[in-house]
């Protein structure tokens, strides 16, 4: 599935994404940045590329149109070869904490979810905590409680807690949802959470 494919599947499930488009021209994206407002992000959609931060696929934090015209061709040219159905444009997510909300279908045990440090370097500090699907609210703190940067989300070095309560509705519906379409694998990262809520910025499935 596509990343807009993927964006699409759980926007009919309920989840609330941060403002996006799929364009296929320069001109087009520059419309859909004007549209959406300012700072954006480019990411490049295409079935061939799945790290698109790995091979220059992804610009952010993109604040004119200048700037966005020269993301753009450069995120074609980092593509060239591969089958490219388009470029999303979409709204640059808030600052905070980046998390991974995941999981997977066992064969033996059913769906599980995984919660934890997310971003670029989740293979690297796999700082996670799983639990087998259904989970409560209970469940959720505790594995919240089992990572080791937990501190991070509970408002360490002057930082405000993240909102715990939209991180819990996010690993309750992923699990639900999981069942639901019988998803093998998802990962929801980074999903970036502040005091306010929670921005889902990257989604992959596999099903």
Partial sequence: MTLTDSFSLMEKHGFKLIPYRLVKTEDEAVKAAKDIGYPVVLKVVSPEIEHKTDIGGV???LKNEGILR???QEIMKNAS???????????????????????KKDPQFGHMVILGLGGIYVEIFKDISARLCPVNADDVEEMIA????HPLLEGARGRRPINKKKVKELV???CVFMKKEDIKEMDLNPVVCDEKGCDIVDVRFAR
Avoid at 82 to 87: A, I, L
Avoid at 146 to 149: F, G
């Fill in 59 to 61: 610009k952010v934090n």
């Fill in 70 to 72: 020269h993301s753009y």
């Fill in 81 to 103: 070869g591969k089958k490219v159905e388009g470029v999303m444009v979409q709204k640059m997510a808030r600052k905070g904490v980046e998390l991974i909300i995941g999981g």
């Fill in 146 to 149: 089992e990572l080791k940067a």
């Fill in 172 to 174: 309750l519906n992923s």
